[in-house]
């Protein structure tokens, strides 16, 4: 899509909207990314030096950045323009550190600007023609502020002339504003004189910019964070460590960017075992796809760009000489599959070097074996390590590894890992056949899967024993890539089968997706085991949903054999089970009756204590005597309290499965 511009043409946001739809349907940026490997800092071809975004230290506590450019997945463009003249401080608490960047907009332009109190304005680096409008034609508002990220200062001001790219009036009063200079700005767009605009649509231009951190936890590795170096300060030296390798910018051209198709290393090392994450059915399975060489068995040869490798392994290969380099039994692979001469120069070319202890990769040019060294030819590079664990890896970005379990559906699956990586460590089926492939990734650019190759060449490197066990009960179908590791009680046993016997009960927190996925275990839920070989198979798992466990009790009938079940949620108390107490309460009304009464007289004599009548003559006391009655009661109801609701009993709770080895 093409677009005609002129200066008495309108663009309104119905004609931008078109122009952007255009731009994304021709796919510049699906093509970009075709033809980009990886993100990161770019690397200039041919530069002696590497100073683009380089950390520089400017005194101990103190780091500068270089200027350079580095290119993220959304292909947003981080530029820093000229090194920065302020620094990072790193304190002196000998704690590691880690400088990085990422892409960020803003909204303020190029420039800086300085302002009379009548309105105008001056530029540094400004281009102003080319960014407003005057009067007269929808004149641009610009907003200025104090400084960058600071508040601002003044209000939005409409444009009123543009005389150059660093010279411009603003339509203000003189006196409005006062004089200053150093200020950043911002445009906030040219809209219809008087309108009222709401804060959402202005600002139209969001700008490339950056940021650059210091943090004491290392990012996440992903295309837009971009490491720059790892920094350790203890007060008196800083070793800046630079680790820009990690992320660099690639884009090939379309007629250079292929991927290597084949694998001649990718094996399987060794079937581990001890698995301490799994039962016996579950055993680990390391798979090789590049070389390792340990600190000692590689020298370099930096005059001349070429690394010798003396001895390693990896893979398929047992070590790296030409007598045996290629399987004991090259006959095992199909004839459809080609096994590479291990003589031929150039096997290694387009693979890369890998250092463990930077995580520097640097491209292989050119391969050959020399006597019993592999000599790898290597891209120029400034500073080349001379020791360290190396690993010699193919082209690319990922290794994607498809298990495909012949019986077990459940243990198939896909895996992706760093293809620098050179290895993975997969658990795998025992006792059924796996179909293991491999297919390289490479940006845009994926391989057909190809089954894994193998020479035969086995390890065992976890045993308390100085031999390495070459007798693991296995088969492998060389012509096929089929591994089927084999069941053996003597041999190959897991860790959770050394210490837990079958009828052990466990607790086991999860899903019941992930309770009813433990190889070796079945949930304690009253069903039928369909365990083939385990004593407990055609038997009914102990039920124990909802139910707590207790230790057996020969003297207690309750508890006397395993498997007895008793006790209840609740309980409705009994009056034998009631504590001893009273009840306070009141008698019923009884009816109207009357008492019969007998009165007799006492004389009392005179003396000091003798009675003496109202008109204080001489009395006599008075013995009145009811008839007596024969025995009776009276009836007493208490008043009514309480419901039959039973009573909870159980103790504090926390669900799990349970789950009984089989």
């Known amino acids: 899509m093409e ?52 950390p520089v230290s400017a005194g101990v506590g103190l780091i500068t950045i270089k200027a350079g450019k580095a290119v993220d997945t959304n292909l947003d463009v981080i530029e820093v323009l000229e090194d920065l003249n302020s620094y990072l401080t790193v304190p002196g608490d000998s704690a590691t550190r880690y400088v990085y960047c990422r892409y960020r907009q803003t909204n303020t332009e190029e420039g800086t600007l300085s302002i009379t109190a009548e309105g105008v304005v001056t530029g540094i680096g400004t281009k102003f023609t080319e960014r407003l409008r005057g009067q007269g034609n929808f004149p641009s508002r ?58 959402s649509e202005k600002y139209p231009f969001e700008n490339d910019d950056y940021s650059i951190f210091i943090s004491t936890t290392e990012p996440e590795g992903n295309d837009l964070n971009f490491m720059l170096c790892e920094v350790v300060n203890n007060g008196i030296v800083m070793t800046i460590t630079d680790r820009r390798h990690e992320n660099i910018f690639n884009i090939n051209p379309p007629e250079d960017n292929e991927i290597t198709d084949f694998n001649h290393v990718i094996g399987v090392e060794y079937i581990k075992w001890d698995n301490p994450l799994a039962d016996q059915s579950k055993n680990l399975m390391r798979l090789g796809w590049g070389v390792y060489s340990l600190n000692g068995n590689w020298s370099m040869d930096v005059g001349n760009s070429i690394l010798s490798i003396q001895n390693g392994s990896g893979g398929i290969w047992d070590t790296i000489n030409n007598t045996s380099i290629i399987p004991e039994d090259p006959a095992g692979f199909s004839q459809e599959i080609p096994v590479p001469d291990p ?17 520097l990769a640097i491209k292989i040019t050119d391969s050959e074996f020399v006597g019993v060294e592999l000599q790898l030819t290597l891209e120029f590079h400034e500073a080349y390590p001379i020791s360290g664990e190396i690993r010699v890896v193919p082209d690319g970005n990922q290794m994607e590894i498809r298990i495909t379990n012949a019986t077990n559906h459940t243990a198939n699956r896909e895996l992706t890992y760093a293809m620098k ?30 089954t894994i190759n193998d020479g ?13 066990a070459t007798d693991i009960d296995y088969e492998i179908d060389y012509a096929n890539g089929l591994v089927t590791p084999t069941l053996n009680p003597s041999q190959n046993v897991g860790l959770l089968d050394k210490v837990i016997s079958p009828g052990f009960i466990i607790d086991y927190f999860g899903t019941l997706e992930q309770a009813q996925g433990q190889a070796g275990f079945a949930i304690c ?7 083939p070989g385990s004593i407990f198979h055609q038997t009914a798992s102990p039920n124990l949903m909802g139910r707590v466990t207790v230790g057996v009790d020969i003297n207690n009938s309750d508890y006397e054999s395993a498997g007895n079940i008793g006790g209840e949620q609740t309980v409705i108390m009994t009056e034998a089970q009631m504590p001893s107490h009273v009840h306070t309460g009141n008698t019923d009304t009884d009816a109207p009756h009357s008492h019969h009464i007998n009165q007799n007289t006492v004389v009392t004599g005179v003396g000091t204590n003798q009675l003496t009548n109202k008109d204080n003559t001489p009395g006599s006391a008075q013995q009145i005597d009811t008839n007596v009655d024969g025995a009776h009661s009276h009836h007493f109801t208490t008043g009514t309290a309480g419901g039959d609701a039973g009573i ?15």
């Not at 790219?165 to 445009?187: C, F, H, K, P, Y």
């Not at 003589?343 to 995580?359: A, H, I, M, P, R």
């Not at 909870?648 to 080895?661: A, C, E, G, T």
């Open 3 to 54: 677009l005609t511009l002129s200066n008495n043409l309108f663009l309104g946001k119905a004609e931008l909207d078109h122009l952007v739809e255009g731009i994304k349907e021709s796919g510049y940026e699906r093509i970009m990314k075709q033809m980009i490997t990886s993100y990161g800092v770019v690397k200039p071809a041919g530069e002696a030096q590497w100073t683009y975004l380089q």
């Open 142 to 199: 610009i907003r200025i502020l104090q400084n960058q990220g600071g508040p601002e200062l003044f209000e939005e001001y409409e444009v009123q002339a543009i005389q150059s790219d660093t010279q411009l009036s603003l339509n203000i009063a003189a006196g409005v504003i006062e004089a200053s200079a150093g200020r950043i700005w911002t445009i906030v767009g040219s809209f219809t004189p008087g309108i009222v605009v709401p804060t």
């Open 343 to 359: 003589e031929t120069q150039g096997l290694y070319k387009g693979w890369y070097v890998v250092y463990e202890d930077t995580g």
């Open 421 to 450: 990586q050179g290895f993975a460590i997969i658990p795998i089926e025992v006792g059924s056949t796996s179909l293991i492939e491999y297919r390289h990734i490479k940006g845009v650019l994926v391989t057909q899967f190809r």
């Open 456 to 468: 035969d060449y086995w390890k065992e490197e976890f045993f308390a024993t100085e031999t390495p």
């Open 525 to 531: 839920d009253g069903s039928v085991i369909d365990a």
């Open 648 to 662: 909870d009993v159980r103790q504090k709770f926390y669900v799990v499965f349970k789950l009984m080895k089989i």
